[in-house]
Structure formats: C-alpha cells, structure tokens
C-alpha cells in the first residue's frame, strides 16, 4: 500500500495526551501525532463529531494546555470498528485532524515531543 502521508505520524502509550475541542470543552485521547495532525478517539455520544475546529493538547501528567489554540480541519471521522462500543453503549470514533496552522512555538513543541 503506497503511503501518502507527508509526515510520519507517531503512536502514543495509550492516554499520554488529549485533544480538547475549544468549541465543545468536549475532549477525546490523541491516537497518534506527526508534525501534520492527529489522530483522536472519542465517544461518539460526546456531540463533537464535525467541530474539531480549534483545539488544546493536554498532557496526562500536566494540568492545563500543553498546546494551545491549535487550528484544524477534520479529515475523517469513522467509526472504531475495533473498540465496538462503550459500556454504555455509545459508538466510539476515530477522526483524523489536520493542523490548518501552527506557530513557531506549537510546531517546536511538537518536534521536541516527536524528537523523544
């Protein structure tokens, strides 16, 4: 399968970072990261499908934004086929965002954290 990504992406132990949806205070687990986007994972009951818009990236061990106000553009949002659903019953998702823009500073945060 021929790859067409420009960067390449990077997985993350699983709840290292989250994706908060400034426009929601919705928030969901980052997949996988790369200098062009992320993947995130969230419930689809949560009401953030189609708004991932503007976003903050938080760390599991720091308390308030690792990154913040991060533009993006949604480039899928499918069903997790392989998480099924919830407790609950809710559909968990998965949806592929793409940095519209970053700052110097965000994009030097994340090359340190890709650099890791």
């Not at 993947?39 to 953030?48: A, R």
């Not at 913040?68 to 998480?83: A, E, M, P």
């Not at 949806?95 to 994340?110: D, I, R, Y």
Request: hydrophobic share 35%; proline share 1%.
């Amino acid at each position: 399968m021929l790859e067409r990504r420009v960067h390449r992406r990077y997985s993350l132990p699983e709840n290292e970072l989250f994706a908060v949806d400034r426009n929601t205070s919705g928030f969901a687990a980052v997949r996988d990261i790369s200098l062009g986007g992320l993947k995130v994972e969230y419930i689809h009951g949560s009401d953030l499908q189609d708004r991932w818009t503007l976003i903050d990236i938080n760390s599991r061990n720091n308390h308030g934004a690792w990154l913040s106000s991060i533009c993006c553009r949604l480039i899928y949002d499918i069903s997790d086929l392989s998480q099924q659903r919830t407790f609950t019953g809710q559909e968990t998702r998965i949806c592929g965002l793409n940095f519209s823009e970053l700052t110097a500073e965000q994009e030097e945060v994340l090359c340190q954290l890709l650099s890791q």
